[in-house]
């Protein structure tokens, strides 16, 4: 199959070492790859004939009607020519894409093949029991079980497990605290019963567990000073139960529960916080005959480093340890996205059954850092300046001031009483121009860098302040 390769002067050297071993003829078209034209794709192509044609990543223009005109499939290659010796070898064993980047095109179609077994994997999974539908234990999949803490206290509660839900919770924890009474529960219960996804309570209580029979199905957590009081009646509704090792052990209450007549038991052998025992309390997460309950929550809380990885290792070690539901929340805001973590995290415990590591696995927790560095060629230039100092006092725009904020996953920018809302910092600035708002270059360009600033605070769920730093 011969290919043709167009690039730029800068890349040249890139593309042909990629090309080597490959019936390839790499063609110089100008300066910068990304600037290639119809025009000279045309006739590059009337000279010679080609199988077809491997265009940078990064080119703005259509080919397809060149592609038309001369029967030769023109396909996007990845943006950086880094990338090209990962694209070669697969051609013809895949059709890339004469829109999409190939590595974007690439990393799509992994993700959903990723999916795809992801969800033939839990159909065809074994398990212990099933709660409203959702498979615990056995051979499935781990499951996230996220708390709200204070569900009494919510003012918006079905919004909130909604949320919850949607994140990737597969069950939602409502947690009771000692103010909370029976008309709280029922309330809180009231208020999400339509929700048909797995909800479970979580207190101490006695009585508040009473309150919660008519709609939780799993309690959380019973030992020997609750069991007396509700175990049976636990049974009774058919409610699975998170067992702690409370003052007895684990041993005598998980005795208990079965002679109380529970039969969806789970384990939770108490995952201790990092400073407080967490190297030891691993040790009682053995074998046993029920599924374990992992509480990685409790140590992500109480740890003033970014979850992002802390999730994906305690996702890990539980898989290792063989858990079958993870605790998480989102009580504070270094916690916020947590949910949505724990879950890819699980996820690729999952594909990575077979495989010596998790990588490479088509999905992936890498939020700030690079899987690889794009190593583009130096910039050519005959002259340069250092940068000059910008001015403490600026000339305001006559046509007025702008206020940038965030509403839900939105930036907002409102001048003269009126507004302009979008999720991409692009959108919003074009419709500022479009609407003639602006009318000094360095106000456009002040606009500019606060809306991106404004769109990275959305895509990294951080507080954006403007004039503030990121």
Same mark, same amino acid.
């Given at each position: ?295 990685? #929550?409790? =140590?992500?809380? &109480?740890?003033? @480093?970014?979850?992002? /990885?802390?999730?994906?290792?305690? *996702?890990?070690? %539980? ?116 609407? #003639?708002? =602006?009318?000094? &270059?360095?106000? @456009?360009?002040?606009? /500019?860098?606060?809306?991106?600033? *404004?769109?990275? %605070? ?13």
């Amino acid at each position: 199959m011969r290919i043709l390769l167009p690039t730029g002067e800068a890349t040249k050297d890139q593309v042909k070492r990629a090309a080597e071993g490959f019936d390839a003829e790499v063609v110089v078209t100008g300066s910068i790859a990304s600037f290639l034209t119809p025009d000279q794709l045309r006739a590059l192509l009337r000279k010679e004939w080609y199988d077809l044609v491997i265009v940078s990543g990064m080119c703005s223009a259509s080919f397809l009607e060149v592609e038309n005109e001369t029967g030769v499939p023109i396909f996007r290659g990845p943006r950086h020519a880094a990338d090209l010796p990962l694209i070669l070898p697969h051609i013809g064993a895949i059709e890339l894409s004469r829109i999409v980047p190939a590595d974007d095109f690439l990393a799509s179609r992994r993700r959903q093949e990723a999916y795809r077994i992801l969800v033939q994997r839990e159909e065809d999974a074994e398990c212990d029991f099933i709660i409203r539908g959702l498979k615990i234990g056995g051979n499935s999949r781990m499951k996230v079980i996220a708390e709200i803490m204070d569900a009494h206290r919510r003012n918006d509660l079905y919004s909130e497990v909604e949320r919850f839900f949607s994140q990737g919770a597969d069950i939602v924890d409502l947690g009771f605290g000692f103010d909370a009474t029976p008309k709280d529960v029922r309330r809180c219960l009231k208020t999400i019963e339509e929700i048909d996804r797995p909800l479970a309570i979580d207190t101490m209580e006695p009585a508040l567990i009473k309150a919660g029979f008519f709609r939780a199905d799993l309690i959380l957590s019973l030992d020997e000073g609750n069991l007396p009081a509700v175990g049976r009646e636990i049974a009774e509704h058919g409610c699975a139960a998170v067992i702690l090792p409370g003052a007895k052990g684990l041993s005598e209450n998980v005795a208990a529960a079965k002679e109380a007549g529970i039969s969806c038991l789970i384990i939770d052998p108490v995952l201790l916080p990092v400073c407080s025992g967490l190297t030891g309390s691993l040790s009682r997460f053995t074998a046993l005959p029920y599924p374990l309950f992992f509480g990685a #929550g409790n =140590v992500v809380e &109480l740890f003033d @480093a970014d979850s992002i /990885g802390m999730n994906a290792l305690l *996702a890990g070690i %539980a898989h290792e340890l063989g858990a079958s539901i993870i605790f998480t929340s989102e009580h504070s805001d270094k916690t916020m996205g947590c949910i949505g973590e724990m879950r890819r995290a699980i996820e690729m415990m999952v594909l990575a059954e077979g495989r010596p590591y998790p990588k490479d696995l088509g999905i992936d927790l890498l939020i700030l850092k690079e899987k690889r560095r794009r190593r583009e060629p130096p910039l050519s230039y005959k002259e340069i300046r250092g940068a000059i100092p910008m001015p403490l006092e600026i000339s305001y725009d006559p046509r007025g001031n702008f206020r940038i904020g965030l509403e839900g996953d939105e930036i907002v920018a409102v001048v003269n009483g009126r507004g302009v809302r979008g999720k991409r910092w692009v959108d919003v600035f074009h419709t500022i121009l479009t609407n #003639g708002d =602006v009318s000094l &270059l360095d106000h @456009a360009a002040y606009l /500019g860098a606060e809306l991106f600033k *404004a769109e990275l %605070a959305l895509r990294f769920s951080r507080s954006y302040e403007q004039d503030g730093p990121f």
